[in-house]
């Protein structure tokens, strides 16, 4: 077990509709970190978030959006869904937001757009 | 543009068998160079990391792996594999860009291990 926890572990939509995706990070982290996988694109980084302030953008759409709050948790939203949406979302965390950091991983969401 | 490649998409080895996994990064200074392991249905974790000193480093599960700036590649490598070793290993590089850290996945590499 990471100590990572993401919710939900499944989550199945229709497109055009608007997801949330949660995630609480290990205990005394400070970083989040999204990325995304998927069969064509392989894991891909969105966002990462550092004690609340975004800190770095990745491949991530202008439909999706992120935040981190004061308790550290974080979430994904993601609007206007298309099929190719259809993916799995990882969050994971780290103590700081160094490049030599060892990042923990949640199980992730699957998320299945139809 | 940084990139990490993993040129072997699947391969399948027998059980008790060694081990490789090519990864070659771009990258124009020494990255911090990670491996991590996806098993079916499960996030990533952690193998091992490189910094900086020994080029050669020791991870959990009795993984290795060795830094070759001249090829710029860091292989992992295991000398003998058990069927619990089937799973998806991708190699990573963090590094700084426009000032903040980033970490770059390569494609993954997924092992199937044969009784």
């Known amino acids: 077990d990471s100590g990572v926890t993401q919710t939900p572990k499944h989550l199945i939509t229709a497109t055009g509709q608007r997801v949330t995706l949660r995630c609480s990070p290990r205990?005394?982290?400070?970083?989040v970190y999204w990325y995304q996988q998927s069969l064509d694109q392989g894991l891909q980084f969105l966002i990462q978030?550092?004690?609340?302030?975004?800190?770095a953008k990745g491949n991530i759409l202008e439909r999706f959006s992120a935040q981190q709050f004061p308790d550290l948790h974080s979430e994904l939203n993601l609007s206007s869904l298309e099929l190719g949406d259809s993916a799995l979302y990882f969050c994971?965390?780290?103590?700081?937001?160094?490049?030599?950091?060892?990042?923990?991983f949640g199980s992730g969401t699957q998320l299945s757009v139809l | 543009a940084q990139s990490v490649t993993q040129p072997d998409i699947h391969i399948t080895v027998s059980e008790g068998a060694s081990l490789e996994l090519r990864c070659n990064y771009s990258?124009?200074?020494?990255?911090?160079l990670f491996w991590y392991v996806q098993s079916p249905g499960q996030g990533l974790q952690l193998l091992l990391k490189?910094?900086?000193?020994?080029?050669l480093v020791q991870g959990i599960k009795g993984f290795e792996a060795e830094f070759k700036r001249s090829q710029s590649s860091f292989n992992l490598r295991k000398p003998s594999v058990h069927w619990s070793d089937a799973a998806e290993y991708f190699c990573?590089?963090?590094?700084?860009?426009?000032?903040?850290?980033?970490?770059?996945f390569g494609a993954g590499t997924r092992l199937a291990v044969h009784p």
């Open positions: 205990s005394g982290d400070l970083s």
């Open positions: 990258y124009g200074a020494t990255p911090y």
């Open positions: 490189y910094f900086s000193g020994d080029t």
């Open positions: 994971a965390s780290s103590r700081a937001s160094r490049a030599n950091e060892k990042l923990f």
């Open positions: 990573a590089v963090g590094l700084l860009s426009g000032g903040y850290n980033k970490l770059i």
């Open positions: 978030y550092y004690n609340g302030e975004e800190r």
